[in-house]
């Protein structure tokens, strides 16, 4: 879907720099900076300011993106004027003329509501206003209008007319894709809601047996493993955005193999082994320990004899590389196969399948998890987390509240 809107809008604007660039910059001809032909010339141009508005719009339609972009989609048309509205009001007024809002305002109910264009004259007093003509174009998404742009001239034009509707096409398309982007992330706060509904009963169950089973024999090491608790739920339950850093990831991985260790006793080894440079490298947030908690659920629980997890955090040029690799009983490839395709559920705890969908949801299907694994043999699991990713920043490191 991103896909077609992205090739849309591509479409779009060599039209909008055969039309009005082209016409401006051929009349007066300049210095075209060793970019070829007058046309080439056109198009770059259109193509950098279109891309110099894009950013704001990619945040939705708001009094502060509309503000952000109003300037570059006036140079897109070369008008005098131009504004942006949603249904309640004009978000922005960029040019001459702007004693017009309210008018513009009154004549935008019927092209908000049906959802088509319209050109009309502009009434003034004012004799040296420079705008008598307003074209408006709605800004839809899903078929929903959610604004308009209007371009102001000093005269009726049907080049103006086509213009700002291609305008508003790629106005449009930049919209939907911050929708889409909304919808995503929305999506990935409802699987973190889920996760923590998942972690909740299984993990505070578990924690609080072992720590009631010290409070008689051992009280120090019991307010001890309290605190641990305390800090992994603090972490678990924070509300302070979706992504965390690597060092945050891994400091509530400790806390929560304390808790384990105490139930388990010397039954669980484990092994870290941490390249300090990719510690500061943002990762989605819950992420590693859900993966730490399946290696120990199959390492451990049901089986008497011990086990061993080792943790690895490499640096690996643009990507740190994770791996977390248990000697337990391991699965069958089929299953879990079935298991990440959502074909099947997993037995309890939190599913592979889970991290997985949010690592493809991130940062594209290549960085989904790898696990190679089989009856016997024990899991590892391998994550390529890229050190710079568009959207991807730490929420900051937590400490004891």
Same mark, same amino acid.
């Given at each position: 879907?991103?896909?077609?809107?992205?090739?849309?809008?591509?479409? $779009?604007?060599?039209?909008?720099?055969?039309?009005?660039?082209?016409?401006?910059?051929?009349?007066?001809?300049?210095?075209?900076?060793?970019?070829?032909?007058?046309?080439?010339?056109?198009?770059? !141009?259109?193509?950098?300011?279109?891309?110099?508005?894009?950013?704001?719009?990619?945040?939705?339609?708001?009094?502060?993106?509309?503000?952000?972009?109003?300037?570059?989609?006036?140079?897109?048309?070369?008008? +005098?004027?131009?504004? /942006?509205? =949603?249904?309640?009001?004009?978000?922005?007024?960029?040019?001459?003329?702007?004693?017009?809002?309210?008018?513009?305002?009154?004549?935008?109910?019927?092209?908000?509501?049906?959802?088509?264009?319209?050109?009309?004259?502009?009434?003034?007093?004012?004799?040296?206003?420079?705008?008598?003509?307003? $074209?408006?174009?709605?800004?839809?998404?899903?078929?929903?209008?959610?604004?308009?742009? $209007?371009?102001?001239?000093?005269?009726?034009?049907?080049?103006?007319?086509?213009?700002?509707?291609?305008?508003?096409?790629?106005?449009?398309?930049?919209?939907?894709?911050? +929708?889409? +982007?909304?919808?995503?992330?929305?999506?990935?706060?409802?699987?973190?809601?889920?996760?923590?509904? &998942?972690?909740?009963?299984?993990?505070?169950?578990?924690?609080?047996?072992?720590?009631?089973?010290?409070?008689?024999?051992?009280?120090?090491?019991?307010?001890?493993?309290?605190?641990?608790?305390?800090?992994?739920?603090?972490?678990?339950?924070?509300?302070?955005?979706?992504?965390?850093? /690597?060092?945050?990831?891994?400091?509530?991985?400790?806390?929560?193999?304390?808790?384990?260790?105490?139930?388990?006793?010397?039954?669980?080894?484990?092994?870290?082994?941490?390249?300090?440079?990719?510690?500061?490298?943002?990762?989605?947030? /819950?992420?590693? !320990?859900?993966?730490?908690?399946?290696?120990?659920?199959?390492?451990?629980?049901?089986?008497?004899?011990?086990?061993?997890?080792?943790?690895?955090? &490499?640096?690996?040029?643009?990507?740190?590389?994770?791996?977390?690799?248990? =000697?337990?009983?391991?699965?069958?490839?089929?299953?879990?196969?079935?298991?990440?395709?959502?074909?099947?559920?997993?037995?309890?705890?939190?599913?592979?399948?889970? $991290?997985?969908?949010?690592?493809? &949801?991130?940062?594209? +299907? =290549?960085?989904?998890?790898?696990?190679?694994?089989?009856?016997?043999?024990?899991?590892?699991?391998?994550?390529?987390?890229?050190?710079? !990713?568009?959207?991807?920043?730490?929420?900051?490191?937590?400490?004891?509240?």
């Amino acid at each position: 879907m991103s896909g077609f809107l992205a090739g849309l809008a591509v479409a $779009v604007l060599p039209l909008l720099a055969a039309g009005f660039w082209l016409g401006r910059r051929t009349a007066r001809p300049q210095h075209l900076g060793g970019l070829g032909t007058p046309v080439e010339h056109a198009t770059f !141009q259109t193509l950098h300011t279109a891309s110099l508005a894009t950013p704001p719009l990619r945040a939705g339609l708001t009094e502060e993106t509309a503000r952000k972009s109003a300037r570059k989609l006036r140079s897109l048309l070369g008008t +005098d004027a131009l504004c /942006l509205a =949603d249904h309640k009001e004009v978000l922005v007024w960029d040019g001459v003329g702007a004693h017009h809002r309210a008018e513009i305002m009154e004549r935008l109910a019927g092209p908000l509501e049906t959802g088509r264009g319209e050109a009309f004259p502009l009434t003034c007093d004012t004799p040296d206003c420079a705008v008598r003509w307003a $074209v408006v174009a709605p800004l839809t998404v899903d078929d929903r209008v959610h604004g308009a742009l $209007v371009a102001c001239a000093p005269r009726e034009s049907a080049v103006l007319v086509r213009a700002a509707g291609e305008v508003a096409r790629w106005v449009s398309v930049q919209l939907e894709l911050a +929708d889409l +982007d909304q919808s995503r992330t929305r999506l990935i706060e409802a699987e973190i809601k889920a996760l923590r509904a &998942q972690i909740s009963p299984h993990f505070i169950f578990n924690s609080l047996a072992v720590i009631a089973s010290f409070v008689r024999t051992d009280p120090e090491r019991a307010r001890e493993l309290l605190l641990e608790f305390a800090d992994f739920t603090r972490y678990s339950f924070r509300r302070h955005g979706d992504f965390t850093t /690597l060092a945050d990831e891994l400091h509530a991985i400790d806390h929560y193999l304390a808790l384990v260790r105490a139930r388990f006793g010397d039954r669980l080894s484990v092994t870290l082994q941490v390249a300090p440079e990719v510690l500061p490298v943002a990762l989605p947030f /819950l992420c590693l !320990q859900p993966l730490v908690e399946n290696a120990v659920k199959h390492g451990l629980e049901g089986k008497s004899d011990k086990c061993h997890i080792q943790i690895t955090a &490499q640096d690996a040029g643009a990507e740190a590389l994770v791996v977390i690799e248990d =000697d337990g009983a391991g699965m069958d490839p089929g299953l879990l196969r079935r298991i990440l395709a959502r074909e099947v559920s997993p037995s309890g705890g939190i599913g592979l399948s889970n $991290v997985d969908d949010r690592l493809r &949801q991130v940062y594209g +299907d =290549d960085h989904g998890l790898v696990i190679e694994t089989a009856v016997g043999a024990g899991m590892k699991i391998t994550v390529r987390l890229p050190k710079y !990713q568009p959207g991807v920043h730490s929420a900051g490191r937590l400490g004891r509240e």
